[in-house]
């Protein structure tokens, strides 16, 4: 797998039954396939956990919501110790261009969600928006936030 622009990460990875690989989540207790998206997400998930201090009994993975009546699955959402969502994490492949696309993929998610950060990564290069509800404007920020730091 492609090296990322994340700390690097211990995992347990295995051979399935199937014969893919695949790569232990420890949000989800299980194995899954080991692809390009999978990889940059664990990688993510480790991030948040052990570096930005996010509690892992608050994220949720690959969770569906209902958009205008349509199944949507987001990759991870991070919730607050009051058990609000405050932060959703799209991530693609590192070959994935963060297009504008994306973005739109994830401000669609956020119609449900109503959190206050939007992340989208490829592993490569990270995007964070605050959102403010209020004005309905958004603006990029230079890091990612701390898990002390969201309200």
Known sequence: MEKLNLPDITTRTRLGQNGKQEIFDEIRKKFVRLTDEEWVR??????MIFHLGFPASLIVVEATLTYNKMKKRFDILAYNNSGNPVMVVECKAPIIALTQAVFDQVAMYNMTLKVDYIVVTNGLS??????????????????????TDLK
């Open 126 to 147: 990270h995007f964070v928006c605050r959102i403010n509800h209020e004005s309905g404007g958004y603006a990029f920020l230079q890091k990612l936030p701390e898990f």
């Open 42 to 47: 664990q990688h993510f998930l480790h991030f």
